[in-house]
């Protein structure tokens, strides 16, 4: 693992606060996992360049299974101007962490996933701007499963194949049952 990512770890859980209310922080997930926190090796890496530019990145990296996991926690509403942000951030990251470990978008693309962790309680149907209610997720979610394929939110889903080898949107229990609870199995 590179230097920069070792001085970085921390777990999970500490990675996916959300103290912007201190009288109520919120953790989007319990996990103890260690994992880095890309924020953190991102500001490291603007520093080294000497640069005035200061990129926006995801929260935290994983390394498993021979490939990388990059994940942003979003705790509050996900709207049009979130999900720009996150693509900003998806894109950043990507660059960074090529540079840093000295490989090519090409191998993100066959080596790292990118995970969307969401309130479902604060996002309950999607953002506004399209236009879905309750129901109409409810069948998407329910007809996704039935062809036991992944139900992708936000317009996540087309840098799938494109910058990264998969994209999922996990709601905070979903992450937990579909990524944390794994690792820790491992």
């Known amino acids: 693992m590179n230097d920069l990512f070792k ?7 500490l990675i996916s606060v ?6 109520d922080v919120e953790y989007m997930t319990e996990s103890e996992y260690v994992a880095i926190d890309f924020d953190a090796v991102k500001d490291d890496y603007v520093m080294r360049l000497d640069t005035y530019v200061n990129p926006k990145s995801i929260d935290a990296l994983v390394f498993h299974e021979n490939h990388a996991t990059m994940i942003e926690f979003k705790n509050g509403i996900v709207d049009k101007a979130l999900i720009n942000s996150i693509i900003d951030k998806m ?10 470990t000295g490989e090519t978008i090409a191998h993100a693309r066959e080596n790292v996933d990118f ?17 879905q ?15 036991k394929e992944r139900y992708t939110q936000f317009g996540l889903a087309r840098y799938e194949g494109y910058i990264f080898r998969h994209v999922y949107t996990y709601s ?13 199995d491992q």
């Open 7 to 13: 001085k970085h770890l921390r777990t999970l859980k």
């Open 18 to 23: 959300d103290n912007h209310n201190p009288s």
């Open 91 to 100: 894109l950043n990251s990507v660059i960074m962490y090529a540079d840093i």
């Open 115 to 131: 995970i969307l962790v969401y309130n479902y309680e604060k996002n309950p149907f999607n953002i506004k701007e399209y236009r």
């Open 133 to 147: 209610n309750k129901y109409r997720d409810a069948f998407v979610r329910k007809l996704s499963e039935k062809a």
């Open 172 to 184: 905070k229990r979903d992450f937990k049952n579909e990524f944390t609870d794994k690792l820790e």
